[in-house]
């Protein structure tokens, strides 16, 4: 089997779908927070506004890695060992948790975009606004992450999670 056939067999596992997109919150956001908070700070509309349309496609894309993860929830479980059953779970619980704060950041990230072309004094508050809920979705994807990372990698671990 060549590399194309195996990785088109991959692509038809949700795990391994997720496990590649579930860095696009994590960098995704971090990437268009620190480049909307320069552009911010450079008061460049163009640059504030392709920031916006990064941090308004990072809410679809967390979406898709919510998904996927769900759909390979099963088959990951059922290899894990103890631990990582535990860690999983608590992955699992904090993507639910904490999802609906990405989607509220892409939608006042495309609220922010419609106020560039309609109000510049709109456009302020709601940048400001967008900035502020990238940086929680950033800590919050990290916090999410930092439970999926222990689940598969055992030498990350001090064992299983505490009590939440």
């Not at 696009?24 to 504030?48: D, E, N």
């Not at 779970?89 to 989607?103: I, L, T």
């Not at 004094?121 to 809920?133: D, G």
């Amino acid at each position: 089997m060549h590399d194309l056939q195996l990785l088109l067999l991959h692509l038809k596992q949700p795990e391994y779908v997720h496990v590649l997109l579930n860095p696009w919150p994590v960098y995704g956001i971090a990437s268009a927070f620190f480049t909307l908070a320069i552009a911010v700070i450079m008061k460049s509309r163009s640059a504030q506004m392709i920031a916006l349309l990064l941090l308004t496609l990072l809410g679809p894309a967390t979406f898709a890695v919510v998904q996927y993860g769900y759909k390979g929830y099963d088959r990951v479980y059922a290899m894990s060992n103890e631990d990582s059953q535990k860690w999983l779970n608590v992955h699992k619980e904090r993507a639910a948790k904490g999802q609906y704060m990405f989607y509220l950041m892409a939608l006042a990230a495309m609220a922010a975009l419609v106020g560039h072309w309609k109000s510049y004094h709109a456009a302020r508050s709601l940048t400001w606004l967008t900035l502020l809920l990238a940086l929680v979705c950033f800590n919050l994807a990290g916090w999410i992450s930092q439970a999926g990372g222990q689940v598969r990698h055992s030498e990350f671990r001090e064992g299983p999670p505490g009590l939440r």
